[in-house]
């Protein structure tokens, strides 16, 4: 009966999307980028968040999308149709701050792309459309004159240059900044830029609760939230750093039966009380008085940064209706590290 009970909860430890406070987001009516300001177009709760909110990380990290594109620098393309705002997200993850192939084809064109354009410039010869993308193509009455896959060998290589240095809080600054600055991403210089962040330095972060067992408690604390908005927009630009610094003065582990983990009968098999929870990076979208996160079919756009990593994500998003995006982070510990760039 107990190992039974055991299976349950372990199996049951899935990322319960709320916090201890209300979450925040900004008034409609504002473009300009917020930093955790009151929400003044509804609340979340508990009982009105919608199922996408409860998600096992695990699971999701190796689900498809709308399309996964694998590139030649050691990135991957990833694309999130939403239909309802009528756009797709192109989001961008690897390790490197300084070789975004977003950047790189923005440079190599040097016209505003749309994710059709980025899809055919970027998978390779051959690769199925998928129908979002075809019915973009065809709304926009885009023409194709190069062949399928033409930018895939003008890309940028990976160096390691993200990797933390002793002096270094996530990324390399000038790299972060130098793929996406003056001209070559964002178009000149970018209206959001937050660098060499932590919630220790950092008022933005706030308080969060990490409550994977639904129950109230919240465990492994202190964590730290952070959100930035932009409002009423149409075209959604930015890339974030982020890094996992674990250490004996920022675990991010938790035994969930507390400190006598070892011989309390309900937790005696290996690895049966323990869970690890890194600082996740989510992109959202409101629609419909809610915040909702980007989802392509069962796969949501939230990504867990696994312990002393540093990843680098990149995002596109171009629609034909204002809409307001977010960018959030949960579950951060006092020194993990954060740099932030975002265009509207």
Same mark, same amino acid.
């Given at each position: 009966m107990k190992t039974l009970k055991i299976s349950i909860l372990i199996f049951?430890?899935?990322?319960?999307f709320t916090s201890c406070e209300k979450e925040s987001a900004s008034a409609e009516t504002t473009i300009n980028a917020q930093e955790d300001i009151e929400d003044t177009s509804g609340i979340e709760t508990e009982q009105d968040l919608p199922v996408e909110h409860f998600l096992d990380i695990k699971r999701n990290a190796g689900l498809p999308t709308l399309a996964d594109i694998d590139l030649d620098n050691g990135n991957q393309l990833h694309f999130y149709g939403q239909e309802e705002v009528s756009g797709v997200l192109v989001l961008e993850e690897g390790d490197c701050s300084g070789c975004s192939a977003l950047g790189d084809l923005q440079s190599l064109t040097s016209k505003e792309l749309n994710s059709f354009d980025i899809f055919w410039a970027l998978s390779k010869p051959g690769t199925d459309i998928p129908d979002l993308l075809k019915k973009e193509k065809a709304k926009q009455n885009i023409k194709v004159s190069k062949e399928q896959g033409w930018?895939?060998?003008?890309l940028s290589k990976n160096t390691g240059d993200s990797q933390a240095k002793i002096a270094t809080v996530a990324c390399d600054n000038a790299s972060f900044q130098s793929s996406i600055a003056g001209g070559n991403f964002l178009g000149g210089a970018p209206d959001f830029v937050r660098l060499d962040k932590t919630p220790n330095n950092y008022s933005a972060f706030k308080s969060d609760c990490y409550n994977p067992a639904a129950n109230g408690q919240c465990w492994g604390n202190p964590r730290y939230k952070?959100? !930035?908005? =932009?409002?009423?927009?149409k075209n959604w630009k930015g890339k974030i750093c982020t890094r996992n610094v674990e250490n004996n003065s920022n675990k991010h582990g938790i035994n969930w039966c507390?400190?006598?983990?070892?011989?309390?009968?309900?937790?005696?098999?290996?690895? !049966?009380? =323990?869970?690890?929870?890194?600082?996740v990076v989510y992109f959202q979208y409101y629609w419909n008085g809610q915040w909702r996160t980007m989802k392509s079919g069962d796969k949501t756009a939230v990504y867990e940064?696994?312990?002393n990593t540093t990843k680098v994500y990149t995002w596109h998003w171009i629609t034909t209706q204002n809409t307001s995006f977010r960018?959030?982070?949960?579950?951060?510990?006092?020194y993990d590290e954060f740099d932030i760039m975002m265009d509207k």
């Open positions: 049951s430890m899935i990322v319960f930018a895939r060998g003008k952070y959100t !930035s908005t =932009f409002s009423g927009i507390g400190s006598g983990c070892n011989v309390d009968p309900d937790c005696n098999q290996p690895g !049966s009380c =323990f869970i690890y929870q890194g600082p940064i696994p312990a960018l959030m982070v949960r579950y951060a510990k006092k």
